[in-house]
Nanobody, 116 residues
Framework: QVLLVESGGGLVQAGGSLRLSCAAS????????MGWYRQAPGKQRESVASITRSGNTNYRDSVKGRFTVSRDNDKNTIFLQMDSLKPEDTAVYYCIAANVLGQIYWGQGTQVTVSS
């Protein structure tokens, strides 16, 4: 069981920045990949960004060039730096981890609200 705790959400004006953190309860070097999903009211949960154990990253098209996912192995933490935020980025952001067995773990979510 991997516990994931997100932090860093909040209210920001359009064009502003936020940095989300996701702390894992065990070494992320033992986790195959980690990433971020989001879910806006009335919409399905969607993938935002991911980072593998080797450091390869992937982003959904709508956040490319604005969001950056990174990891700190010493702190067992991944981050999502979100710049040039737009109202359509408003959602609950969830951290996700997948181990080598394909087991998936979710954090509790953190609210991001971007005002216009």
């Amino acid at each position: 069981q991997v516990l994931l705790v997100e932090s860093g959400g909040g209210l920001v004006q359009a064009g502003g920045s936020l940095r989300l953190s996701c702390a894992a309860s065990e070494s992320i070097l033992r986790i195959n990949s980690m990433g971020w999903y989001r879910q806006a009211p009335g919409k399905q949960r969607e993938s935002v960004a991911s980072i593998t154990r080797s450091g390869n990253t992937n982003y959904r098209d709508s956040v490319k060039g604005r969001f950056t996912v990174s990891r700190d192995n010493d702190k067992n933490t991944i981050f999502l730096q979100m710049d040039s935020l737009k109202p359509e980025d408003t959602a609950v952001y969830y951290c996700i981890a997948a181990n080598v067995l394909g087991q998936i773990y979710w954090g509790q979510g953190t609210q991001v609200t971007v005002s216009s």
